[in-house]
């Protein structure tokens, strides 16, 4: 991710304030890079365009759209409605707003915001290895999410858990790969609960761990909660600004929840910047294992 958070200022240009359909195409292309484009079958460089607006490969000679095998492809949207839609996912517009003002459905507003959340965490490379599956979706780790009031306890669970640390005024957001969250319910740290987040005191080092787990698990370990402000409460840190844009969603799965973390490590790490040009360049980022 650190590539894409320093890029280059020039390439990484605000967006036409007037949104149309050349101004975001050309606001893609010149992220990206026209040269740039990258066959999806085989995936040589260099394809040239063609006048229907498609490109073909110079080397298998695939005919393709300009974002075949990208994420921007997850979802059928012309380049105008995209990059509208990213300037309000940076803004943090509720997603039932999208969908009124561009006149989408919110089932296809929402796609898409996941889809962006997806591309956040896909350029975290290690940690998509361990959290998306083989056509890039979300990994399903909690076996209590549809049966929460048969199950009796959770030590089945593998809900991952995550280390936060500040560094250099940076803050890392890590998956903690040697341990799962029923483990983290076995250590002698103090635990707090934020609606489905459950997060702790330092650790190693770290300001804390945090990580999700159903409504049966927050009810069976409820007592061990605490009151108190940790580390991770203090103003501008992670909790103090996660509240801010996580209490605007409904809920936070369980299933999903880091999805959210990666989100708000980045909203974190790049308030100065320009994080609708991130975006976009994540957005167009090729998927991994993709099967178009």
């Known amino acids: 991710m650190e ?22 195409t050309s606001f893609f292309r010149a992220l990206r890079g026209i040269d740039a484009v990258s066959c999806p079958r085989c995936g040589q460089s260099g394809a040239y365009a063609l006048r229907d607006g498609r490109f073909r490969c110079r080397g298998c000679r695939y005919t393709f759209h300009e974002y075949a095998g990208t994420w921007l492809d997850r979802v059928k949207l012309p380049p105008e409605y995209w990059l509208t839609l990213l300037r309000y996912f940076a803004e943090g517009l509720p997603v039932e707003d999208m969908a009124q003002r561009l006149g989408l459905s919110y089932a296809t507003a929402y796609k898409a915001c996941h889809t962006v959340r997806l591309a956040i965490l896909a350029a975290n490379s290690d940690e998509a290895a361990l959290l998306l599956d083989e056509r890039g979706e979300a990994i399903s780790f909690c076996p209590n999410v549809s049966t929460e009031d048969v199950q009796m306890h959770c030590v089945q669970c593998r809900s991952p858990v995550f280390h936060v640390t500040r560094d250099n005024g940076q803050v890392r957001v890590r998956l903690f790969a040697l341990a799962k969250a029923r483990d983290v319910f076995s250590m002698d740290l103090p635990l707090k609960c934020w609606r489905t987040l459950l997060y702790t005191g330092p650790f190693r080092g770290h300001e804390g761990l945090i990580f999700s787990c159903c409504k049966r698990a927050r009810g069976a370990f409820g007592h061990r909660f605490v009151g108190q402000a940790l580390p991770l409460d203090r103003a501008g840190g992670f909790m103090d600004i996660a509240e801010t844009w996580m209490a605007r969603y409904h809920c936070l799965s369980p299933q999903t929840y880091y999805l959210y973390l990666k989100e708000i490590e980045l909203r974190c790490n790049c308030r100065d910047q320009g994080l609708l040009s991130i975006l976009a360049r994540m957005l167009m980022a090729p998927v991994s294992n993709s099967r178009d």
């Open 3 to 24: 590539a894409v958070l320093h890029a280059n200022a020039s390439e990484a240009k605000c967006a036409p304030e007037r949104i149309t359909r050349a101004s975001a």
